[in-house]
């Protein structure tokens, strides 16, 4: 470089930058040698190479993406799935130990996660496929599985990082949540400022502490938003003169009694003779339906076959 920089974050940033194993760790070391450069006009050149630097790294990036194929496209994507997504050291990680009781690696080193990662979080007895995709950013990225998701969750440690987020997300149908992480760490005038601010956005958004126990962490108020975010119906079933429920499955609105009946398994619907129904779409308990009748959520049906 023409220029001596004395600064040691900025020798510490570029040691870390040559001694990078890969062009993540790169580009993340060039990002803190450019926050690091000196601001006065004869580091100009320097500055002015660090970011020419920094956008090829990120061209040759987006290249190997596109060329690429996701490892991990062909996970079973569960009736309700939702992906964390964030920046490097956002506490993706951390949230997804806690919605899910998975054994997830927490680290602060950038990039932990390479592989997406897979985990189940229950509520009300349903079962929702909770995925952590590695960051955003990085060439592990899984952009083929937020194009078929049913709910993308932002992690952000603060409000700038939403932009740099949304610019980088692929095309997608599913509904957001934006999740402000590590509360634990801002003072009540800062958690005040920030929900101002995303209301006024009209994001749908909660602010959480994952390493927190107390009540007010969030982490309730998450899992219900995660939960409300789909459309679904729950419906039981029983056994002819049983009164235990199976847990709920999972169909799509406006879905029948013959839908419920093929989601047990392909052609089961055939062998049905009759059809009793309790819940919202029952006129009174155990009425006698047809396979056409119209589910609601909650119901519980009882399949007597031949």
């Known amino acids: 470089m023409p220029i001596n920089v004395n600064d040691p974050e900025y020798t510490r940033a570029e040691k870390d930058y040559f001694d990078a194993k890969t062009a993540e760790d790169r580009l993340e070391a060039l990002g803190r040698m450019i926050s690091h ?40 994507k569960g009736d309700m799935q939702a992906l964390l997504i964030g920046k490097t050291n956002s506490g993706k990680s951390s949230l997804m130990r806690t919605l899910t009781n998975t054994n997830q690696k927490i680290s602060s080193v950038p990039f932990t996660t390479k592989e997406p990662v897979v985990g189940v979080m229950e509520y009300e007895g349903s079962p929702i496929q909770i995925v952590e995709i590695p960051a955003i950013g990085s060439e592990n990225f899984e952009r083929g599985l937020v194009h078929t998701t049913d709910l993308v969750i932002i992690i952000i440690e603060k409000i700038e990082d939403i932009d740099y987020i949304k610019e980088k997300l692929p095309p997608h149908n599913g509904k957001e949540i934006i999740v402000v992480n590590k509360s634990d760490l801002m003072t009540p005038e800062i958690k005040r400022k920030i929900s101002a601010r995303l209301q006024s956005k009209r994001y749908n958004f909660v602010l959480v502490s994952s390493f927190s126990y107390s009540k007010d962490n969030g982490i309730e108020e998450l899992k219900r938003k995660i939960f409300n975010s789909f459309e ?75």
């Open 232 to 306: 679904v119906l729950r419906i039981f079933t029983k056994e002819p003169g049983s009164e235990k429920k199976e847990k709920p499955m999972i169909l799509r609105p406006d879905s029948s009694v013959r839908d419920a009946a093929e989601k047990i398994f392909k052609g089961f619907s055939k062998r049905i003779v009759e059809v009793r129904i309790w819940g919202p779409s029952s006129k009174f308990g155990g009425q006698v339906v047809g396979l056409n009748h119209k589910l609601k959520d909650l119901d519980t049906v009882e399949f007597k076959t031949k």
């Open 37 to 76: 450069a000196p601001k006065h006009k004869g580091a100009e050149n320097l500055r002015q190479q660090l970011t020419q630097r920094r956008k090829r790294l990120e061209e040759d990036l987006e290249k190997k993406r596109k060329k690429g194929k996701s490892s991990k496209d062909g996970i079973k």
